[in-house]
């Protein structure tokens, strides 16, 4: 499991695309952000169902490998929104890791439920779409 995991790993570039941009358009960065995220997860979907489901069981090995393929993604979120911050765009009390980590199990939670039961009553991009939309209310400066 463990060289699956280091193979079917997605460069933070490839998911966030340029800094800058963040600073002049946080709502359609993040969006675009959740979008890849969540295709990436759909892509993996056998991968993350195992994971979650037998995460706490795992070698401490293969638990340190997945934490330290999700760090370069996160840590690179946390600069993006950092530059954001300074940009004036969000709020300087907001912990921005918890913020990312909120973030990230939010659309991961999503997939897993939609792939499980259906979306119901909205579709794939209203979720996706709304999840962007109440994270940028509780990030947003003013």
Known sequence: MRETILCRSMAP????????????DLPGQLEAYVRKYYEML????????AVAGEGRILPPTVRETLLKKMAPVRAAL???LEAAKKAGYV?????????????????HTGMLRHTM???????????????VAIFLQGIRKG
Request: proline letters at 2%.
């Open 117 to 131: 039961y259906g979306t119901g009553e909205y579709s794939v991009d209203t979720y996706l779409h709304t999840v």
């Open 42 to 49: 759909l892509d993996r979907e056998a991968l993350v169902r």
């Open 91 to 107: 709020n300087a009390d907001v912990d921005l890791g918890c913020a990312v980590d909120i973030l990230r199990d939010t659309v």
């Open 78 to 80: 946390i600069e993006r």
């Open 13 to 24: 570039e490839e998911l966030l695309g340029p800094t800058d941009e963040w600073e002049r």
